[in-house]
């Protein structure tokens, strides 16, 4: 079942699904959308009680729905370096082998195919450590920030849409460096340069920062062949720890990229453990 599913991967018209559903997911059906919002919750059991906005029918788009927001105090933050910047799963993390980032069994990446080819900001990780969450459908879609930062770069890189699931992860070679993808790159002065890399998947209609200059901070749609870079480094963009960054239009994963000696994982985090938005995710370590 495992080779079938991977296989439909490939052949699968994942561009024009994946168009299709940014668009359905935009449409405001009035009842029809309530309708189908309804049976989102129900069959991916997602807990409204935790929402903002608790009653489904206040929502004019599912995307509104998708990436709605928590009520206060729904995550506290956890009193440490690094936190965990998402609801969801832990597909993998750990140690940067030189340049190679663990995918899974006989699968791995590069930090330089990771951030679209950028030799010089991929050799910043050298030897540094990794983490990658998987968001699924009935997670909160929203990405905050694991420390403080001062944002440095963003960069969109055209890619692939496979499903990000951990089926195709076992599946797909080099999957994460392979799909869509936003790359964002930050400075701290106490924890180093650190990356925060959003990746697309088939069905996920966009990805989103709040910086963004463009219609509620949506990068794609458009998507181009080319990779596309904005640089922040002179406009000040300071983010403090737990404050969101950005959000998926349907879901996917985060891969953070952290400097050697930078971070020191949680000890209980364990691959395809459940982790939530706020919980203690790392520590400093000694990096100067």
């Known amino acids: 079942m495992m080779k079938l599913a991977v296989f439909l991967q490939y052949i699968i018209p994942k561009q024009a699904i994946t168009a299709l559903a940014g668009k359905l997911a ?104 990794f ?44 999957l994460f460096a392979r799909n869509e993808r936003v790359v964002c790159e930050f400075t701290s002065a106490q924890h180093g340069s650190f990356i925060m890399v959003l990746v697309g998947a088939t069905i996920v209609g966009s990805m989103a920062t709040i910086w963004h200059d463009a219609t509620k901070g949506i990068i794609n749609p458009p998507r181009s062949r080319k990779v596309r870079i904005w640089n922040y480094e002179d406009q000040n963009i300071l983010l403090k720890q737990g404050e969101e960054m950005g959000r998926f239009l349907l879901g996917s994963t985060v891969v953070m990229l952290f400097q050697k000696d930078a971070i020191e994982f949680n000890t209980d985090w364990r691959a395809a453990a459940p982790v ?7 520590i400093k370590t000694k990096f100067k």
């Open 276 to 282: 939530k938005l706020g919980e203690f995710m790392g």
């Open 131 to 174: 983490a990658c969450l998987y968001l699924s459908p009935k997670d909160y879609h929203r990405i905050h920030m694991p420390c403080d930062g001062k944002l440095i770069s963003m960069a969109y890189v055209p890619g692939a849409l496979y499903s990000v699931n951990p089926t195709t992860a076992q599946g797909v070679p080099g």
């Open 26 to 129: 935009h449409y405001e059906g009035g009842s029809l959308t309530t309708s189908v919002i309804r049976w989102f919750v129900k069959r991916y059991q997602v807990n409204m009680a935790e929402a903002a906005q608790p009653d489904i029918g206040v929502y004019k788009t599912f995307n509104d729905f998708f990436t709605r927001p928590l009520k206060p105090n729904a995550r506290p933050l956890a009193q440490v370096e690094f936190i965990c910047p998402v609801d969801g799963a832990i597909s993998q993390f750990g140690k940067i082998d030189a340049d190679q980032i663990f995918q899974a069994k006989g699968h791995a990446y590069s930090t330089k195919a990771l951030v679209g080819g950028d030799s010089q900001l991929a050799g910043k990780f050298e030897n540094g450590h």
